[in-house]
T-cell receptor, first 112, second 115 residues
């Protein structure tokens, strides 16, 4: 099976930088994705890493170390609208293609 | 592009009845669709994977006779919760993927309340 661990809650101030870590244990690992979800809404895709290293997309960056089974999401210049839940998800290769297994989720609270 | 819709967005039904939820890819053909379930403040749990024209693959612990999935076309998948009970109340989210893409595009979700 798969398991993913994230901190349950992170609090930061507006304008700051925050890092959300994700460690995983899985077989058939293909890549690590990050999703944002506001209360009552659908998950929205933020970033994807298939190879080791840093991927930068605007204020958001994501890092992956396959040898350490570890990744993180870095959010810079935090804004109040960034308050949401953030999920890491591993893509796993199965007989029917790839499927996603989501982490436990991190509730980010951005304060003034 | 890559918009996924779900209908209805909210539904309240009585215990013992069945409810059908539709998931549509509006501007692309989805060879694979996924159904997830999410409890409040919890993670998304994959229920099943459906490929167009074939039977769905259910995750361990998901009752296939209770959660009927049909993927009749490349733009439509349906989830029917049969003989619903209060414990089936949850947020059901679908996603769709184009052939060989890694990214899944999520629908807005359907909140089911069984009274």
């Amino acid at each position: 099976g798969q398991s993913l661990e994230q901190p349950s809650e992170v609090t930061a101030v507006e304008g700051a930088i925050v890092q959300i870590n994700c460690t995983y244990q899985t077989s058939g690992f293909y890549g690590l994705s990050w999703y944002q979800q506001h209360d009552g809404g659908a998950p929205t895709f933020l970033s994807y890493n298939a190879l080791d290293g840093l991927e930068e997309t605007g204020r958001f960056s994501s890092f992956l170390s396959r040898s350490d089974s570890y990744g993180y999401l870095l959010l810079q210049e935090l804004q109040m609208k960034d308050s949401a839940s953030y999920f890491c998800a591993v893509s796993v290769v199965t007989g029917g293609g790839n499927k996603l297994t989501f982490g436990t989720g991190t509730q980010l609270k951005v304060e003034l | 592009g890559a918009v996924v819709s779900q209908h209805p967005s909210r539904v309240i039904c009585k215990s013992g009845t069945s409810v059908k939820i539709e998931c549509r890819s509006l501007d692309f053909q989805a060879t694979t669709m996924f159904w997830y379930r999410q409890f409040p403040k919890k993670s998304l749990m994959l229920m099943a994977t459906s490929n167009e024209g074939s039977k769905a693959t259910y995750e361990q612990g998901v009752e296939k006779d209770k959660f009927l999935i049909n993927h009749a076309s490349l733009t439509l998948s349906t989830l029917t919760v049969t003989s619903a009970h209060p414990e089936d109340s949850s947020f059901y989210i679908c996603s769709a993927r184009r052939d060989k893409d890694y990214e899944q595009y999520f629908g807005p979700g359907t909140r089911l309340t069984v009274t």
